[in-house]
Nanobody, 118 residues
Framework: QVQLVESGGGLVPPGGSLRLSCSASGNGDSIGTMGWHRQAPGQQREMVAR???????NYHYLVKGRFTISRDNAKNTVYLQMNNLKPEDTAVYYC????????????WGRGTQVTVSS
């Protein structure tokens, strides 16, 4: 079993930056792709960015060029550096990890609120 804990959310003005972190506990060798998803009020949850164990990344087109995902496999941690934040980035951000050994099993964190407002 894997548990995910996010941190780093908060309130930031438009144009500001935040860095989210997600630490995974449990058997790190069982973790494959990790990623960040977000859900705004009244909206469906959407994938923001994901990264494989080898470092291959994918981004939602709305955040490409502004957000950067990275991971430290030794620490079982994934990061999301968010720059030039916009009000439409306001959402609860969830960390996700997909099993490397029992696909499609996956795990979710509880989420961290990101609010972009002046």
């Amino acid at each position: 079993q894997v548990q995910l804990v996010e941190s780093g959310g908060g309130l930031v003005p438009p144009g500001g930056s935040l860095r989210l972190s997600c630490s995974a506990s449990g058997n790190g060798d069982s973790i494959g792709t990790m990623g960040w998803h977000r859900q705004a009020p009244g909206q469906q949850r959407e994938m923001v960015a994901r990264i494989s164990r080898a470092g291959t990344t994918n981004y939602h087109y709305l955040v490409k060029g502004r957000f950067t995902i990275s991971r430290d496999n030794a620490k079982n941690t994934v990061y999301l550096q968010m720059n030039n934040l916009k009000p439409e980035d306001t959402a609860v951000y969830y960390c996700n990890a997909v099993s490397a050994t029992n696909y499609p099993e996956d795990w979710w964190g509880r989420g961290t609120q990101v609010t972009v407002s002046s």
